[in-house]
């Protein structure tokens, strides 16, 4: 007979055991020193999951309104720049997303009262895909595509 | 000396903030050349933008950011003086921060 308790006992351990060497090889983050740094959407596989997480809904629509300003052919992906910019009032977000990198979502810029919707950086893209770029202004969530060519990705491996 | 640099300049009643940060952005899937081991997470994770003590813009990032990230933005009601403020924190808990005036 075998004692249950210690069956109980020994998965314990091996679980703990799991957890441990993913922490050790850095494939969970170590410690979240952000409270407000959404993980959940951050590590979001795909994109709708990341805008769930994110803004709490993936349904947007399609506007013309947001301009991406992006390369049409990108030699290195490990240095894309994006800049998005909007006519749109109330803007109180804009997200950058590199729709077909391993963790899609690469920024969300949180804008104040005074800010202007416009935000520029370099992004890393793993291959050719759009760049995807999702304003929420007012109660609403709009997005703009701009598919970028990528020859060499950014993101190693 | 800080890692931040910033340039920050009015025009037509709107201020630009450029800035450039050194970091090397890591993202934790980048497999090391020779050991072939994976390189763990070091990204910015949140950067704070403030614009005479008032919060302009808060980015949040993931490694994703190309190393040593360059980021830009705008806002109205700047003047020439005026200090802007950035300060970036990152998974390990490291930060930054740097001041430069409006010119």
């Keep these: ?108 810029f949180d804008l104040g009262d005074s800010a202007v919707p416009f935000v520029s950086t370099r992004i890393k893209m ?28 950014g993101c190693g491996g | 000396m800080s890692d931040i640099k910033i340039r920050a300049k009015l025009k037509d009643g709107q201020t630009e903030v450029k800035c450039l940060m050194n970091h090397p952005m890591e993202t934790g899937l980048r497999k090391d050349e020779k050991t072939g081991e994976l390189v763990p997470a070091h990204f910015i994770q949140e950067v704070v933008c403030k614009a005479k003590d008032q919060v302009v813009m808060t980015a949040n990032w993931s490694g994703g950011v190309s190393k040593n990230p360059y980021l830009a933005f705008k806002f109205t009601g700047g003047e020439v003086g005026d200090p802007i403020e950035i300060t970036w924190t990152d998974n390990k808990g490291e930060t930054e921060s740097a001041v430069e005036n409006i010119s």
């Design chain 1, 1 to 108: 007979m075998i004692d249950p308790k210690r069956r109980i006992l020994l998965k314990g351990s091996l679980a703990a055991g799991t957890i441990g060497v993913a922490v050790g090889a850095g494939l969970l983050s170590p410690s979240l020193v952000l409270a407000n740094w959404n993980q959940a959407a951050f590590q979001a596989k795909d994109l709708p999951e990341a805008l769930k997480n994110l803004l709490g809904s993936d349904v947007t629509e399609t506007s013309d309104d947001i301009k991406i300003k992006a390369p049409d052919i990108a030699e290195n992906g490990a240095v894309v720049p994006v800049t998005v910019e909007t006519d749109m009032e109330d803007v109180k977000s804009i997200a950058i997303i590199a729709s077909a990198n391993q963790t899609p979502l690469i920024a969300s």
């Design chain 1, 126 to 153: 793993a291959k050719t895909a759009d760049v995807v770029a999702v304003v929420q202004a007012g109660d609403k969530l709009y997005s703009g595509a701009k598919e970028v060519k990528v020859t060499i990705g």
